[in-house]
């Protein structure tokens, strides 16, 4: 995650769907990612790392597996909230 606002952000929350390779929904986990516990934030223009651990009620018997990540909740600092619909780009790694 990449901050590119003009201020920190204080809190956000994503949801991470892991889809097999006909694109069905096989699990999914949403976490604070920022912010529910104790977190100084991203300040602007810095970046962080985050990973996710995906659990499904059924055994996966694929290995070609893709995660989709959204964002449902993004706070500024100074109280001001994103719109993680349109303020937010989810892009692949560099690698």
């Known amino acids: 995650m990449k901050n590119l606002f003009d ?9 991470v769907f892991l ?12 976490r604070w990612v920022i912010g529910e ?3 100084n934030g991203i300040p602007a223009g810095t970046t962080n790392i985050f990973n ?3 659990t499904s ?5 694929v290995s070609n597996l893709t995660a989709k990540v ?3 909740r ?6 001001k909230a994103a719109n993680p619909k349109t303020d937010v780009q989810v892009r692949a790694a560099e690698k």
């Open 19 to 30: 889809l097999d390779q006909d694109g069905k929904m096989v699990g999914q986990k949403a």
């Open 74 to 79: 993004l706070n500024l600092e100074g109280g």
């Open 7 to 15: 201020r920190k952000i204080e809190s956000a929350r994503a949801v």
């Open 37 to 39: 516990t104790s977190t």
């Open 70 to 72: 959204s964002f449902d």
């Open 57 to 61: 009620d059924k055994p996966l018997v």
């Open 52 to 54: 996710f651990v995906v």
